[in-house]
Nanobody
């Protein structure tokens, strides 16, 4: 069973930047048939997908973070990153990394992600 552990969450001012990391217990990547993604959940709101790397290595972003967030993966270290720039108070949430194997397509739907980390808190103050 693959384990994912997030780190790097912090409290920052609006307009600032932060990078959160996700360390995997073993090598998982699109080349091995896995989608990799970041999700977030704010208090009182549903969990939402923020970004994903699909089986082709393509990067998919939610509209709310396009142009501000960048997802990347360091295969040598089994670590995935989410670089967050120009942070806004509405980015405040618990951030989770996830991995999954899509049954049909090259990208994962939310239900395809079946390995989750425990989360790291990001708080953006105005």
């Amino acid at each position: 069973q693959v384990h994912l552990v997030e780190s790097g969450g912090d409290s920052v001012q609006a307009g600032g930047f932060l990078r959160v990391s996700c360390a995997a217990s073993e090598y998982i990547s699109p080349s091995r048939g896995y989608c990799m993604g970041w999700f977030r959940q704010a208090p009182g709101k549903e969990r939402e997908e923020v970004a994903q790397i699909d089986l082709n290595g393509g990067k998919i972003y939610a509209d709310a973070v396009k142009g501000r967030f960048t997802i990347s993966q360091d295969n040598a270290k089994n670590i995935m990153y989410l670089q967050m720039n120009s942070l806004k108070p509405e980015d405040t949430a618990m951030y989770y990394c996830a991995a999954g194997v899509p049954p049909f397509y090259t990208s994962c739907s939310t239900s395809d992600f079946d390995v989750w980390g425990q989360g790291t808190q990001v708080t953006v103050s105005s």
